[in-house]
């Protein structure tokens, strides 16, 4: 499903497995928990990225799980379940008191994007891999804290049209011209990771103070850490 492992100052969270990573209760479970053991053993200088296996960096939501309730109402009521659930896993990123960085492997679609675009940086494939955000096709809301993700992320009203109002599957070099991720540069899974990798070691040799990261990062985007109930004070020393 998924797993944590510690490289030095680098933690690599990976979404395992060669299916679409779709975020079930029990993925989404795991995910939190082990965002939550990166946070506990976090130390000055420390890194989060997360990758995945396969073609997928996540498909999104599990939609068949939902469907699976038997009825309208019980696959409303699943797919409120896994919003909800799924809204502390943001939280937990925004909160991690280290640098974040995905690297997308493949296609990230709609809460698989959401979850990319939680990290500080997201870097893509030049190869394969497309960012989709399905809602408008299959005719679902977007919940408020995605909307507000996206208003806070996506520096221009024509970037989120294209991403939002389209249903365009957007690639990496237009994903980067569009400002959704920082870098389309990687023909193969391996040099997407490297990079980020690399990233990673010249950020854990600043040796930041992980919660004052943490605050800044939070007080850049005090609507949406709103919503996820996310404050941005602390007491620290340099």
Not at 8 to 20: K, Q
Not at 53 to 75: I, R, V
Not at 164 to 178: F, Q, T, W, Y
Not at 201 to 227: D, T
């Amino acid at each position: 499903m998924c797993t944590l492992e510690k490289r030095g100052d680098l933690f690599l969270l990976t979404l395992t497995g060669d299916d679409e990573h779709r975020f079930h209760p029990d993925t989404i479970s795991s995910v939190l928990s082990l965002l939550e053991q990166a946070k506990s053993q976090s130390t000055r200088g420390s890194v989060l990225i997360t990758t995945a296996h396969g073609k997928f960096f996540s498909n999104g939501f599990d939609l068949a799980w939902a469907q699976a309730a038997g009825s309208q109402t019980g696959a409303v009521n699943r797919m409120h379940q896994m919003v909800e659930s799924f809204k502390p896993v943001i939280a937990a990123l925004f909160d991690l008191p280290m640098p974040t960085i995905a690297a997308l492997n493949g296609h990230a679609a709609a809460s698989g994007l959401m979850f990319a675009l939680s990290h500080d940086y997201v870097f893509m494939r030049n190869d394969r891999g497309v960012l989709y955000m399905s809602e408008v096709d299959l005719g679902l809301p977007l919940p408020d804290y995605f909307a507000a993700m996206f208003a806070a992320k996506i520096g221009t009203s024509i970037a989120r049209r294209e991403l939002l109002l389209s249903g365009k599957k957007i690639k990496g070099e237009e994903a980067v011209a569009l400002g959704i991720v920082d870098s389309a540069a990687h023909d193969s899974v391996e040099g997407v990771v490297d990079a980020t990798v690399s990233l990673g070691q010249s950020l854990a040799a600043k040796k930041w103070n992980g919660e004052v990261y943490a605050s800044i990062r939070k007080s850049l985007y005090p609507g949406l850490c709103a919503m996820l109930s996310l404050t941005a004070k602390i007491a620290a020393s340099p």
